[in-house]
T-cell receptor, first 112, second 112 residues
Framework: GIQVEQSPPDLILQEGANSTLRCNFS?????LQWFHQNPWGQLINLFY???GTKQNGRLSATTVATERYSLLYISSSQTTDSGVYFC??????????????FGKGTLLTVNP | DADVTQTPRNRITKTGKRIMLECSQT?????MYWYRQDPGLGLRLIYY???????NKGEISDGYSVSRQAQAKFSLSLESAIPNQTALYFC???????????FGSGTRLTVV
């Protein structure tokens, strides 16, 4: 099946710093989503972005489908950005491929 | 009310007990999924269902069973719980022809 690798596994920032999280995937995808898991365990959908660039406030994401990677940018980080960030992909091909495969996540800690 | 509701939110059970986790949705999506999350491993797919009569095993289905009682309800059962099934469990939904997956708030299960 499709492989999803996220880097870095852990990241520690000072408040106000910028960061870039990366997601590499091994095959063509129909769907790519970025999630933030908050300290209570809830998964918050950040972006649906199988290709192109999107922005939402201080967060933006870019997916280069032809090169099979996606980047999540966090600018002017805040302590509330802390948590685990997951990349998840749905491969092309239909049928039994209609399911999300997750990377192992990036644990982000933003210190005041 | 949440679009995807999981019950219970937290549960502690003893080894050998049968337990059922429930998921219901108001989004009208036809596809439903059960994932489990273990620290450092991301989310892994247990079972998924594309409609009421279509149930499929995911990558870690051993020790679990599911029931799709209606389009809106998808239950996960642990017939005889064991401690290594302690995890955070998520239900997700998706509509055919659309791209985004919606996740419930999770059920934190502890088997002692």
């Amino acid at each position: 099946g499709i492989q999803v690798e996220q880097s870095p596994p852990d990241l520690i920032l000072q408040e106000g710093a910028n960061s870039t999280l990366r997601c590499n995937f091994s095959d063509s995808v129909n769907n790519l989503q970025w999630f933030h898991q908050n300290p209570w365990g809830q998964l918050i959908n950040l972006f649906y972005i199988p290709s192109g660039t999107k922005q939402n406030g201080r967060l933006s994401a870019t997916t280069v489908a032809t090169e099979r990677y996606s980047l999540l940018y966090i600018s002017s980080s805040q302590t509330t950005d802390s948590g685990v960030y997951f990349c998840a992909v749905e491969p092309q091909g239909g049928g039994s491929n209609y399911k999300l495969t997750f990377g192992k996540g990036t644990l982000l800690t933003v210190n005041p | 009310d949440a679009d995807v509701t999981q019950t219970p939110r937290n549960r502690i059970t003893k080894t050998g007990k049968r337990i059922m986790l429930e998921c219901s949705q108001t989004k009208g999506h036809d596809r439903m999924y059960w994932y489990r999350q273990d620290p450092g491993l991301g989310l892994r797919l247990i079972y998924y269902s594309f409609d009421v009569k279509d149930i499929n095993k995911g990558e870690i289905s051993d020790g679990y069973s599911v029931s799709r009682q209606a389009q809106a309800k998808f239950s996960l059962s642990l017939e005889s719980a064991i401690p290594n099934q302690t995890a955070l469990y998520f239900c997700a939904t998706k509509a055919t022809g659309y791209y985004g997956y919606t996740f419930g708030s999770g059920t934190r299960l502890t088997v002692v």
